[in-house]
Antibody
Framework: QVQLQESGPGLVKPSGTLSLTCAVS?????????WSWVRQPPGKGLEWIGE???????NYNPSLKSRVTISVDKSKNQFSLKLSSVTAADTAVYYC???????????????????WGRGTLVTVSS | DIVMTQTPLSLSVTPGQPASISCKSS???????????LYWYLQKPGQSPQLLIY???NRFSGVPDRFSGSGSGTDFTLKISRVEAEDVGVYYC????????FGQGTKLEIK
């Protein structure tokens, strides 16, 4: 059974860079899935940050694109998030998630999240 | 970006009674392939979101049949036929036409 586990510093200073890793266990990151980062500020809703395919192809949320880099390390079966120039507004629980587009043998044009990590809280503060 | 708007933002339901949540998108989610890319998630307290419904009306694996989804174009509804205590949490609709966007969430509590 595939599981996702986020890891990284829980505290980042303003203007610094937030760095997180999502380890994929029980399956291969090279499977036919996109791998995403989603965040949730305390008490608020969900915001998609960006995604990566095992080939290295990426898509980012335009609202964060200038500050986000997502990379993949197939040898370690993990993918990573870097968010630069952080402010207090970037304080959130960060989730990694797997996106699929086929269910019960039927495939679709667009993808959706079927599996999430437990999330990790990152606080931006001096 | 496509804006997703949910109503109500909160509801309190007696166990065994039905519940309904509405989600409206700022653009049609109907694709030229004939499918509509609208999803429902439940985030139970202290947990990560879990998929309930995909492509408007398809229950995901393991989701009880008391959950159902309906709608078309820009207007969608999630219904719970008989609310149980384990259904508490925040429900989100999501569209998957890039970039992904979510509704604000609807908090369900038990009376």
């Amino acid at each position: 059974q595939v599981q996702l586990q986020e890891s990284g510093p829980g505290l980042v200073k303003p203007s610094g860079t937030l760095s997180l890793t999502c380890a994929v266990s029980g399956g291969s990151i090279s499977s036919s899935n996109w791998w995403s980062w989603v965040r949730q500020p305390p008490g608020k809703g969900l915001e998609w940050i960006g995604e990566i395919y095992h080939s290295g192809s990426t898509n980012y949320n335009p609202s964060l694109k200038s500050r986000v880099t997502i990379s993949v390390d197939k040898s370690k079966n993990q993918f990573s998030l870097k968010l630069s120039s952080v402010t207090a507004a970037d304080t959130a629980v960060y989730y990694c998630a797997r996106a699929i587009h086929c269910t019960n043998g039927v495939c679709s044009s667009y993808w959706y999240f079927d599996l999430w990590g437990r999330g990790t809280l990152v606080t931006v503060s001096s | 970006d496509i804006v997703m708007t949910q109503t109500p933002l909160s509801l309190s339901v007696t166990p065994g009674q039905p519940a309904s949540i509405s989600c409206k998108s700022s653009q049609s989610l109907l694709h030229s392939d004939g499918k509509t890319y609208l999803y429902w998630y439940l985030q139970k307290p202290g947990q990560s979101p879990q998929l309930l419904i995909y492509e408007v009306s398809n229950r995901f694996s393991g989701v009880p049949d008391r959950f159902s989804g309906s709608g078309s174009g820009t207007d969608f509804t999630l219904k719970i036929s008989r609310v149980e205590a384990e259904d508490v949490g925040v429900y989100y609709c999501m569209q998957s036409i890039q970039p992904y966007t979510f509704g604000q969430g609807t908090k369900l509590e038990i009376k």
